[in-house]
Every structure is written in structure tokens, then in C-alpha cells.
């Protein structure tokens, strides 16, 4: 299990938990509006590496222990946790000494996703959903025989998703260039069903893939949200 950052303390990664959040080097997808550009980039993520190390799994456990009771989530996110080979083995331990585990994925992996959840050992999943299919590559930044496959992985991991009844979650950056309202529609409709969607404002972190993107005003948000609440009425826009 590689762990490239931690975040020890946070309020808003895990909904309703005082929880820690810890980071996983590496994705399959290159999104060119990534946040997170030195745990996704190769150079980057080498560099950052060669830099600041990888931390020790038993060092993040030993922490876990050390502040049991005072934090009751661990948020695991990355890049994209679900390449990491030893994610379930860590996950079980962070289960056994307490902590409810929330997992961050671009859901294009379903068949790990799917052993995790029937493990018993996430709590709660908040999959990301990119774009609808016709500009999954583009946003995901894959070519187009990649995207076919990947947008169809996608949909397995929200069946599975759906089947666990864990707690969950979708989200969406909307990027000006990328998502129209028509977008919108077709990932709403996707989701059918589901009780909570979250459209996120694309932000520039500083730590971007590719520059060139910008957000939404307040009012293209809620335009969107209102196509979204047609299927998803829960939907919500999240840091707006």
C-alpha cells in the first residue's frame, strides 16, 4: 500500500466524521484539469517522490491508533486508490482498530470495487463521474478506445455501488470547456434513482495537469442543477 501525503485532521472529506485523509500516488486517468497534478503526472509524481518519500502504512496505522476516539474516519483518495494492490489488507486494519473508511474512485476499476464492498471494509464511496460518454476520453484525458471501455466500467462500479446499500455518493467537476448543460443531462439520467449527486466548481489548486480551464459562473451552475434535479432530485451543488 503506497501513501504519498496525509491530511490529519478534516472536516469536510468525510460527511459528518471528524476523519484524517490520506493520499495514494498514482491514476489511469489523465483528467487535464486534475488538482492533483504530482500524484497523477509520472514526472511529477517521481519527483515528489524523490523529494518527500512515501510514508509507511504502519506509521498511518500507528497514528489511527494514537487518535482513536477523537477521529472515527480515515478518507482515502489519491489519484486513484483502487491501482494500490494492498489496499484491502491496510483497509482491514483500519477497520479492526475502529475507523469507518471512506473511499474516493473514478470507479473505472468495478471488479476491485466490488471485492471491497463485498469485504465489508468501506463505509462509504463518493465515485467520481467524469462526463457523459460521447466526452468521457476527453475529459478523463484516455483516447477514445480506452474512453468506450473505462465509461462502461463506470456503470458496473455504480451497479455494484447500488447492490452493496453502502452509504454513497457521485460527483462531477463541471470545467466551462468541458460540460454543457446537455452533459449534465446525460450523466442525470445515468443516475436515476440515486440520492445524492454533487456538481463541484471546477477551481485552479495550483497543482492543475494542463492550463487553459476556467469555472462556472453561480447561474451556469444552477442551470445545470436544475437539468440535474430531473432525474436526481437530491442533487446539490457542492463549493459554490
Not at 41 to 50: A, F, G, Q, T
Request: hydrophobic share 35%; aromatic share 8%; net charge negative.
Amino acid at each position: 500500500m503506497n501513501i504519498a501525503g496525509i491530511q490529519k485532521l478534516t472536516l469536510l472529506d468525510y460527511p459528518g466524521r471528524c476523519a484524517a485523509t490520506i493520499f495514494t500516488p498514482g491514476c489511469n486517468l489523465r483528467c487535464p484539469f486534475c488538482h492533483n497534478a504530482s500524484l497523477v503526472d509520472p514526472d511529477e509524481l517521481k519527483k515528489s517522490l524523490s523529494e518527500n518519500g512515501l510514508i509507511d502504512p504502519q506509521d498511518v496505522l500507528d497514528f489511527l491508533k494514537d487518535r482513536k476516539g477523537r477521529l472515527t474516519g480515515l478518507a482515502v483518495t489519491g489519484g486513484e486508490p483502487l491501482m494500490q494492490p494492498g489496499i484491502m489488507d491496510f483497509l482491514k486494519e483500519v477497520k479492526d482498530i475502529g475507523y469507518a473508511v471512506k473511499l474516493d474512485t473514478n470507479g473505472t476499476n468495478p471488479e476491485r470495487l466490488r471485492a471491497l464492498l463485498s469485504a465489508g471494509i468501506v463505509d462509504y464511496v463518493a465515485m467520481d463521474f467524469k462526463n457523459c460518454r460521447e466526452k468521457y476520453g476527453l475529459t478523463a484525458g484516455v483516447p477514445e478506445t480506452t474512453a468506450a471501455i473505462l465509461y462502461e466500467n463506470t456503470l458496473l462500479s455504480m451497479k455494484f455501488i447500488k447492490q452493496s446499500g453502502v452509504e454513497h455518493e457521485y460527483r462531477t467537476t463541471i470545467v466551462k470547456e468541458l460540460h454543457t448543460l446537455e452533459d449534465v443531462r446525460k450523466m442525470a439520467q445515468e443516475l436515476e434513482g440515486e440520492e445524492k449527486y454533487f456538481l463541484q466548481n471546477f477551481t485552479d489548486s495550483g497543482d492543475i495537469l494542463q492550463g487553459g480551464f476556467t469555472s462556472c459562473s453561480k447561474d451556469e451552475l444552477n442551470e445545470m442543477l436544475a437539468v440535474a434535479r430531473e432525474y436526481v432530485p437530491g442533487a446539490q451543488l457542492r463549493g459554490v
